[in-house]
C-alpha cells in the first residue's frame, strides 16, 4: 500500500504575532536607549572633566614661570564693561601656549587689545580644549569654561575677591583659605553678549555669587543670540594699560572694535530674568570646577549656598564645610 507524503506548507506570522514581535522590540529599545544616552553623557562628562583639569593644569604651569596667576582681564580702568570697547586681554589669552595653542598665541596681536581688526582671525578660532562636548551652544570662538572672579554677583573689578579679576596678580601663597577650598575654573554657559574666549569680560570670569545653574542651556536657547549683528567702529576712549603686557598703543590711532546693540530687548530680558555671570552648565544636577590645588570636582546645584560662595573668596578666613 502506498502513501503518499504531502510537500509541509510553510506558514508565516499571524498579524497578532508580528505586532507582539514589534512590540517586544520597542520595549527592548526602550530599556536600552536611556542607558546608550547615560553612557553617552558619562563619555561627554569624563571630556568635560578632563577639559578642565588640562585648564588648570595650564595655570599651574603658568604660575610655574611667573610666579603669579595671569590676571582675569587687563584694562586701563575698571570696572569691565560687558561690550567691545578697552583692552581686554583676558586669562586664556595668557595660557595659549600651555594648552597647546602655541600658533594662535604667535597670531594674537597684543598692540590695541582683544577687538583690533588684525585679532578678528584668531578670536573667532575655535579651541577645542574650551568647548564642553555636552554643551549645544559651540559658536566659534566661544569658552565653556570661566575663572573665578569674585563671590558675589558684582562687576569685575580690580578690588574683587577671587583668584583671577581686573589686573590681577594673585600668587598660591595670597590665596590664604587654602587651595583646596578656592575655585580656580568653572563650567560656564556663554552669555548674553558674547565676546569669545579671548576677553576678560562676562564671556570667560564669573562669580559663585548666583546659585549653580541658575541660568540653563534652556533659558538661553530661548533667545537665538546669533543672530545679533555688530558693527566696526573706533573707540575714542582707547588706552593701553601702562606697564601691563606686551601692548603699545598705535600711533595710527586707537583700535577697530565691535559694538553690541545695547537696547536689543532680547539681551535685556534675559539678563533681567536670569543670573546670568555665575556658574552653569548643560550637565544636569551640577557643573564641574577645578579647585587650586588642581583637583577637578563636581559641585551639586543644591549645595549649600553659603559654603559655595565662600568657594568663590580666596582670602575670607571662614571654615568651608563640606562639598
Same mark, same amino acid.
Given at each position: 500500500?502506498?502513501?503518499?507524503?504531502?510537500?509541509?506548507?510553510?506558514?508565516?506570522?499571524?498579524?497578532? =504575532?508580528?505586532?507582539?514581535?514589534?512590540?517586544?522590540? +520597542?520595549?527592548?529599545?526602550?530599556?536600552?536607549?536611556?542607558?546608550?544616552?547615560?553612557?553617552? =553623557?558619562?563619555?561627554?562628562?569624563?571630556?568635560?572633566? %578632563?577639559?578642565?583639569?588640562?585648564?588648570?593644569? +595650564?595655570?599651574?604651569?603658568?604660575? $610655574?614661570?611667573?610666579?603669579?596667576?595671569?590676571?582675569?582681564?587687563?584694562? !586701563?580702568?575698571?570696572?569691565? *564693561?560687558?561690550?567691545?570697547?578697552?583692552?581686554?586681554?583676558?586669562?586664556?589669552?595668557?595660557?595659549?601656549? @600651555?594648552?597647546?595653542?602655541?600658533?594662535?598665541?604667535?597670531?594674537?596681536?597684543?598692540?590695541?587689545?582683544?577687538?583690533?581688526?588684525?585679532?578678528?582671525?584668531?578670536?573667532?578660532?575655535?579651541?577645542? $580644549?574650551?568647548?564642553?562636548?555636552?554643551?549645544?551652544?559651540? !559658536?566659534?570662538?566661544?569658552? &565653556?569654561?570661566?575663572?573665578? &572672579? &569674585?563671590?558675589?554677583? *558684582?562687576?569685575? /573689578?580690580?578690588?574683587?575677591?577671587?583668584?583671577?579679576?581686573?589686573?590681577?596678580?594673585?600668587?598660591?601663597? /595670597?590665596?590664604?583659605?587654602?587651595?583646596?577650598?578656592?575655585?580656580?575654573?568653572?563650567?560656564?554657559?556663554?552669555?548674553?553678549?558674547?565676546?569669545?574666549?579671548?576677553?576678560?569680560?562676562?564671556?570667560?570670569?564669573?562669580?559663585?555669587?548666583?546659585?549653580? %545653574?541658575?541660568?540653563?542651556?534652556?533659558?538661553?536657547?530661548?533667545?537665538?543670540?546669533? *543672530?545679533?549683528?555688530?558693527?566696526? @567702529?573706533? #573707540? =575714542?576712549?582707547?588706552?593701553?594699560?601702562?606697564?601691563?603686557?606686551?601692548?603699545?598703543?598705535?600711533?595710527?590711532?586707537?583700535? +577697530?572694535?565691535?559694538?553690541? #546693540?545695547?537696547?536689543?530687548?532680547?539681551?535685556?530680558?534675559?539678563?533681567?530674568?536670569? #543670573?546670568?555671570?555665575?556658574?552653569?552648565?548643560?550637565?544636569?544636577?551640577?557643573?564641574?570646577?577645578?579647585? +587650586? /590645588?588642581?583637583?577637578?570636582?563636581?559641585?551639586?546645584?543644591?549645595?549649600?549656598?553659603?559654603?559655595?560662595?565662600?568657594?568663590?573668596?580666596?582670602? #575670607?578666613? *571662614?571654615?568651608?564645610? /563640606?562639598?
Amino acid at each position: 500500500m502506498s502513501q503518499t507524503f504531502r510537500p509541509l506548507r510553510r506558514r508565516g506570522f499571524t498579524l497578532i =504575532e508580528l505586532l507582539v514581535v514589534i512590540a517586544i522590540i +520597542a520595549v527592548l529599545i526602550a530599556l536600552l536607549l536611556p542607558a546608550v544616552q547615560q553612557a553617552r =553623557e558619562a563619555a561627554r562628562r569624563t571630556q568635560c572633566k %578632563n577639559n578642565i583639569m588640562q585648564l588648570g593644569l +595650564a595655570l599651574h604651569n603658568y604660575h $610655574m614661570a611667573h610666579e603669579t596667576l595671569p590676571p582675569g582681564c587687563v584694562n !586701563s580702568t575698571g570696572p569691565v *564693561e560687558e561690550k567691545p570697547v578697552g583692552y581686554h586681554v583676558g586669562w586664556i589669552v595668557q595660557i595659549l601656549p @600651555y594648552i597647546g595653542e602655541r600658533v594662535a598665541w604667535n597670531h594674537f596681536t597684543f598692540d590695541g587689545g582683544v577687538y583690533t581688526k588684525e585679532n578678528v582671525e584668531v578670536r573667532q578660532h575655535t579651541i577645542p $580644549m574650551l568647548m564642553c562636548p555636552s554643551n549645544p551652544m559651540r !559658536s566659534e570662538g566661544q569658552s &565653556h569654561y570661566a575663572a573665578c &572672579h &569674585h563671590d558675589v554677583d *558684582e562687576p569685575i /573689578d580690580n578690588d574683587n575677591n577671587g583668584v583671577m579679576f581686573l589686573n590681577s596678580r594673585i600668587r598660591f601663597r /595670597d590665596i590664604s583659605d587654602g587651595r583646596a577650598y578656592t575655585i580656580l575654573v568653572g563650567e560656564a554657559l556663554i552669555s548674553a553678549r558674547p565676546l569669545g574666549w579671548a576677553s576678560g569680560t562676562w564671556s570667560t570670569l564669573r562669580n559663585t555669587g548666583p546659585a549653580i %545653574n541658575a541660568v540653563t542651556t534652556q533659558d538661553l536657547n530661548a533667545v537665538p543670540l546669533d *543672530e545679533f549683528t555688530t558693527d566696526l @567702529y573706533y #573707540d =575714542e576712549d582707547y588706552s593701553v594699560p601702562e606697564g601691563l603686557g606686551d601692548a603699545q598703543e598705535d600711533e595710527a590711532g586707537p583700535p +577697530a572694535a565691535e559694538v553690541f #546693540d545695547e537696547i536689543d530687548p532680547r539681551i535685556a530680558e534675559l539678563e533681567q530674568k536670569h #543670573d546670568l555671570h555665575g556658574f552653569s552648565c548643560s550637565h544636569d544636577g551640577g557643573v564641574h570646577v577645578c579647585l +587650586a /590645588d588642581g583637583a577637578v570636582r563636581f559641585l551639586n546645584q543644591r549645595m549649600n549656598t553659603e559654603t559655595y560662595r565662600q568657594l568663590g573668596h580666596r582670602s #575670607d578666613g *571662614e571654615l568651608v564645610g /563640606d562639598f
